[in-house]
């Protein structure tokens, strides 16, 4: 099907490109945000003009791969036709408007990045949700986000057929598929017969663009809600510093579309450089096809959480003969891995800091000096320019917890400034919650929770979370989740889920669990697995406990509030 979309694929339809400006040459200055913007129309569109030109070489925009020697190579132009068809299927076919919610649970699969950009063409909000996700966790995202629609591909369809009778907002089912499914709209068929001509919307850069789950100590992971502001900083000068893509680089992306940093390394970051995007659809993921895509393709950046290099450094690795720059981010990068990766490769790995409310905040950008073990300092529009102009009005630095600048070298929360100016890329706020977003809101600052000390050269040294929330290979982890499904198990009284460290995944979760009386005198290796396998059923797999201890009882304050301080600090042998 891949195939056959590609080889559809008609003349490009006229130009309606709004901004010709050029990328090399942005229109805009870190400070001076534009009031309308378009990732569609101003950075897509451009570069198919630039195709048009003969300024931009015959390399694709997207290059896709799967295990099964499938092969999609996709022009800008390509791109803009397709997407435009998706987004006359949305509008037209779905009947969306601008403004309604989408939810997007695809695995790596072309047809993401139209959807992606058939919603920013016609200002529908999307919701990228990972394809681990559940049935209770589809049906939590799809009743709170109202989402009127969800795509999504075979894997996923029980689990949204299983809930969707109790989502009385969702009116339209889009499968990805080879073959089509009674009650699902079939948009591969759909995309073959649709018009290639739409105009783009002309969104405001505070418009909403795309809304991502995130998960927090206590209760379900709330909606970080973020405009097309979310894409215009990977347009910024200052920006353009981080990876210095030039429009012949092949770009990696390892991460899953379902979280933020696809959205701005695998989207907004290699096509605003006008370059080749590649991916890999890796269903499951193996380091050793890491490795055989990086010896095999011209691939020259990559990106992925710092898991993913652990992984592959465990194998034996060679030399990649194309790979020029490396960056990761999503949890801790030791300095002995980073010391490794550059022994045995010869590539330096260049720390990246954000959340999915923040998207890119720090870096190591790569004509710095890398300190290692520091995650860089932050980048454009969060510089830390409270070293050199006191009354900057956007960035990053440590705060106490009244919201309070501390000196340099002082532990305390990252804080991002929001008054008088919220900086554009910053989420707007947590959607339908706003006791959440003004808990995270601490004097002039976001509180990101994320303790750090910055030196007095504005370098960012990682601690970890104030709060319980899991770091592991990459995710973020709210216990609650974990103890809300170990909870549902009838072997489980009671259960206390913390971080515990691990030398592959940076941090593991692990359950502290008390056992109902029956269940005492059971085999406790059993027991663990049967634990494990029931939370990877009911909620996404990824959270699920890979360390479980059984004890009698758990640490508790006199007013019965579990402990889990105490547990986490006990197992980084802190106690
Ligand atoms: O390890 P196990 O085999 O026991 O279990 C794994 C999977 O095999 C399994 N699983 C996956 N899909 C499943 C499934 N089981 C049932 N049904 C499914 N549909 O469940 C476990 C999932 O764990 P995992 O995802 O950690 O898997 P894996 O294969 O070990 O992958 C390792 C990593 C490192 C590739 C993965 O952990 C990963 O992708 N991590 C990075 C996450 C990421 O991209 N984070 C960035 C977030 S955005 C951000 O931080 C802001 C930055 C600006």
Redesign the pocket.
Known sequence: IHKSLHAFHPAPPPLRCQSLSGVGAPRWNDQDIPKEFNFASYVVDYWVQMEKEGKRGPEPALWWINNQGDEVKWSFSEIKDLSCRVANILTQTCSLQQGDHLALILPRVPEWWLVALGCIRTGIIFIPGT??LKAKDILYRLQVSKAKAVVTTD?VVSEIDSVVSECPALKTKLLVSDHSLHGWLDLRSLIRSASPEHTCIKSKTKDPMIIFFTSGTTGLPKMAKHSHGLALRSYLPTCRKLMRLKKSDVFWCV??PG???AA?GGLFEPWTAGCTLFIHHLP??DPKVIIKALLEYPITHCIA?P??FR?ILQEKIPRFPTLKHCFT??ESLLVEEFEKWKKQTGILLHE?Y???ET??TCSVLQEMKIKPGSMGKAISPFDVQFLKEASAKNYITIIDDKGNVLPPNTEGNIGIRIKPTRPVGLFMYYKDNPQKTAEVECGEFYNTGDRATMDAEGYIWFLGRSDDVIMS????IGPSEVENALAEHPAVAESAVVSSPDPT?GEVVKAFVVLNPPFRSHDQNQLTKELQQHV?AVTA??K?PRKVEFVPELPKTITGKIKRAELRKKEFGQM
């Open positions: 394809t681990q894997t991460s899953d979280w933020i940093l701005v499951q993921f959480a898991s993913v992984m981010g999503g990246i954000g959340q999915s998207g890119v290979s990459g995710y973020r995944r990877r797999p990824y699920y």
